[in-house]
C-alpha cells in the first residue's frame, strides 16, 4: 500500500473519463478502509456469513441471487487494486460460487471433530485468507462464496467479504437482502438500496466540523491512548509464538432468559452491549484467582454505526465500512455487582460518544492499529492485542423467514477474523427469534479453546446470575 494511514482521505471519485456507462470506475480507499486493507492480510477483517441447508440448494438460482445483490450494490462487485489503494467496480457481476464436494468437505471437518460442522466451516472460511500475500499486479476480489456439501442434504453456504467494503451493519443487511431474494420476492430494501457508484468513505461523510480536532490535543491523546496500553490487563496467553487463526465459541439462550436480561438492560437504562463487556470484564478477572482484591484495568472497545450520523445520511443497507470504534477502560477488583459495571460501561462509552469521540479520534485509532501491526513489540508479549473485549453498541434483531420451509434454511453464523491485529475475544450478537445468539471470536492458540470455552461459560453464568 502506498498511502500512509495518516493521509487524509478521497474527497471524490477516481473516475473514468470514458462516458460510457459500462465503464470501470473506481476510488482511492480512505484512511479507515486502508487501516482494514492493512489488518486483513495479517488475519483481522475477514468477514464471513455460513448458512446451513438441510435440502440441496439450487446453485444457479443462488448465483444470481448474489449477483443481484451486487447489481444493487457496486462496492460489492469492486474489486482491490493494491498498486493505487483504490477500489475498481467490474463491469458485470464477477460472483462464482465455488462448490466443494463432500469428501472433500469431510477432510476439514476432520480437524475440527470437537465441533458442530457449521461451526468448522465457518472457522474454515475464517482463515481462509485470500489477501494474505496480495499481488500488486492484479486486482483482488472482495466477495468471494463457496458451497459445502456435508453428509447427506446437508449444504453449508459460506460468503466471504474483506470488511473494508461490509461491517456488521452492511453484512446483517446483505444477509436480509439474500433472504428475501431467496423467498423468490424483490424485496423494497434491495430496490431502495441500489447504488449507482461506489459510494464514499466514512470519512468523507462525517459532518463539517464534527471530526476535527486541534493538533495538540490530537498528540496528547495519542500519547494517553499509547501510555494507558503498557497498564491494561488482558486474558492470560496460552501460546504467543506459534501462527495463530481465529475460532469461535458459540453461546446460545432460550427465549425466557433472553427476555430477562434485555428487560433488566431496559429497566436499567443501558444497551445489551453493556451487560456483555462487564460480564467480559467480570470473568476474566474472576479467572485470575487473585487471593485478594487485587486491581486490574480493562480496555473494551465498543464499536457503532455511524450511517445515522453521517452527511448524507446513510441506511442500514448501505454497503462499506460506517462503524467507528470507541476505546473506554476500567478498573476491575473482583466482586462487581454485574448491572452496577454495566451501568458504569454504558455510561463511560455514551460520554465519549456525546463528545464525538467516535468521529474525533478516528484518526488516532486507526494510526494506532496500522502502528501495532508494524509494530507488534508494542504490545503485551507481541501479542497484538489491544484491548480484551470488543462488542458492537446495537445487537443484530433477525425477523423470522419462511426458508427454512421452503429451502431447508436451518442455522447461520455471522463473524469476522481477529487472530491479527484487535481484541482478545470479539462477540458478535444476534437476536433471533428471541434468543440471543452469540459467537464469540478470539486468536487461536494466543488462548486455547478449552481457555476460551471457560471464559465464555463465565459470562454466561455471570449473566444468568444476574437475572436470578
Given at each position: 500500500m502506498s498511502i500512509s494511514p495518516s493521509s487524509p482521505p478521497s474527497s471524490s471519485y477516481l473516475s473514468l473519463s470514458n462516458p460510457n456507462p459500462m465503464s470501470h470506475?473506481?476510488?482511492?480507499?480512505?484512511?479507515?478502509?486502508?487501516?482494514?486493507c492493512r489488518a486483513v492480510p495479517g488475519g483481522t477483517g475477514i468477514t464471513v456469513l455460513a448458512l446451513l441447508f438441510s435440502k440441496p440448494p439450487d446453485l444457479p438460482f443462488l448465483q444470481s441471487a448474489l449477483r443481484r445483490l451486487q447489481s444493487s450494490h457496486p462496492i460489492l462487485n469492486s474489486k482491490l487494486r493494491f498498486d493505487s489503494s483504490s477500489y475498481v467496480t467490474s463491469q458485470s457481476p464477477y460472483l462464482q460460487i465455488r462448490p466443494i464436494d463432500a469428501q472433500s468437505t469431510a477432510q476439514i471437518l476432520q480437524s475440527h471433530s470437537s465441533i458442530p460442522p457449521l461451526q468448522s466451516i465457518l472457522e474454515h472460511?475464517?482463515?481462509?485468507?485470500?489477501?494474505?500475500?496480495?499481488?500488486?499486479?492484479?486486482?483482488?476480489?472482495?466477495?468471494?462464496?463457496?458451497?459445502?456439501?456435508?453428509?447427506?442434504?446437508?449444504?453449508?453456504?459460506?460468503?466471504r467479504i474483506h470488511t473494508s467494503v461490509c461491517?456488521?451493519?452492511?453484512a446483517a443487511a446483505l444477509m436480509s437482502e439474500?433472504?428475501?431474494?431467496?423467498?423468490?420476492?424483490?424485496?423494497?430494501?434491495?430496490e431502495e438500496s441500489q447504488e449507482m457508484e461506489v459510494s464514499l468513505g466514512i470519512e468523507d461523510c462525517i459532518p463539517a466540523g464534527v471530526g476535527s480536532k486541534p493538533f495538540w490535543a490530537r498528540g496528547v491523546d495519542m500519547l494517553g491512548y499509547s501510555l494507558n496500553s503498557f497498564r491494561l490487563a488482558n486474558l492470560s496467553f496460552s501460546d504467543t509464538d506459534s501462527p495463530r487463526?481465529?475460532?469461535?465459541?458459540?453461546?446460545?439462550?432460550?427465549?425466557?432468559?433472553?427476555?430477562?436480561?434485555l428487560s433488566r438492560?431496559?429497566?436499567?437504562?443501558?444497551?445489551?452491549?453493556?451487560?456483555?463487556?462487564?460480564?467480559?470484564?467480570?470473568?476474566?478477572?474472576?479467572?485470575k484467582k487473585f487471593p485478594g482484591e487485587?486491581?486490574?484495568?480493562?480496555?473494551?472497545?465498543?464499536?457503532?454505526?455511524?450511517?445515522?450520523?453521517?452527511?448524507?445520511?446513510?441506511?442500514?443497507h448501505h454497503m462499506g465500512f460506517y462503524h467507528s470504534a470507541i476505546l473506554h477502560t476500567h478498573d476491575i477488583k473482583g466482586g462487581?455487582?454485574?448491572?452496577?459495571?454495566?451501568?458504569?460501561?454504558?455510561?463511560?462509552?455514551?460520554n465519549l460518544k456525546n463528545k464525538n469521540k467516535h468521529f474525533t479520534d478516528m484518526a488516532d485509532l486507526n494510526f494506532l492499529m496500522c502502528k501495532a501491526i508494524e509494530n507488534p513489540s508494542l504490545t503485551p508479549s507481541s501479542s497484538l492485542r489491544t484491548s480484551l473485549v470488543s462488542v458492537f453498541e446495537d445487537a443484530i434483531f433477525d425477523p423470522p423467514n419462511k426458508l427454512k420451509e421452503a429451502l431447508g434454511f436451518e442455522d447461520f453464523i455471522g463473524c469476522a477474523s481477529v487472530h491479527g491485529v484487535g481484541p482478545s475475544v470479539a462477540a458478535f450478537d444476534t437476536i433471533r427469534d428471541g434468543k440471543l445468539d452469540c459467537a464469540f471470536v478470539y486468536p487461536f492458540p494466543l488462548f486455547s479453546r478449552e481457555q476460551m470455552n471457560e471464559f465464555v461459560d463465565g459470562i454466561k453464568e455471570i449473566l444468568l446470575k444476574g437475572i436470578a
Open positions: 470506475q473506481s476510488r482511492a480507499v480512505c484512511a479507515t478502509e486502508l487501516s482494514w472460511e475464517l482463515n481462509n485468507n485470500s489477501w494474505q500475500d496480495p499481488d500488486p499486479s492484479s486486482d483482488a476480489d472482495l466477495f468471494l462464496a463457496s458451497l459445502y456439501h456435508l453428509e447427506g442434504s446437508l449444504w453449508v453456504l459460506a460468503l461491517d456488521r451493519a452492511a439474500l433472504v428475501a431474494l431467496m423467498e423468490g420476492n424483490r424485496a423494497e430494501s434491495v487463526q481465529s475460532r469461535i465459541v458459540r453461546m446460545r439462550m432460550n427465549a425466557e432468559d433472553t427476555g430477562r436480561i438492560c431496559n429497566s436499567n437504562e443501558i444497551k445489551l452491549s453493556a451487560a456483555l463487556a462487564a460480564a467480559a470484564l467480570i470473568a476474566c478477572h474472576a479467572s487485587q486491581w486490574e484495568k480493562y480496555a473494551v472497545v465498543t464499536l457503532t454505526d455511524c450511517r445515522s450520523a453521517l452527511d448524507p445520511v446513510l441506511s442500514s462487581e455487582d454485574l448491572w452496577e459495571l454495566a451501568k458504569r460501561v454504558h455510561s463511560s462509552f455514551m
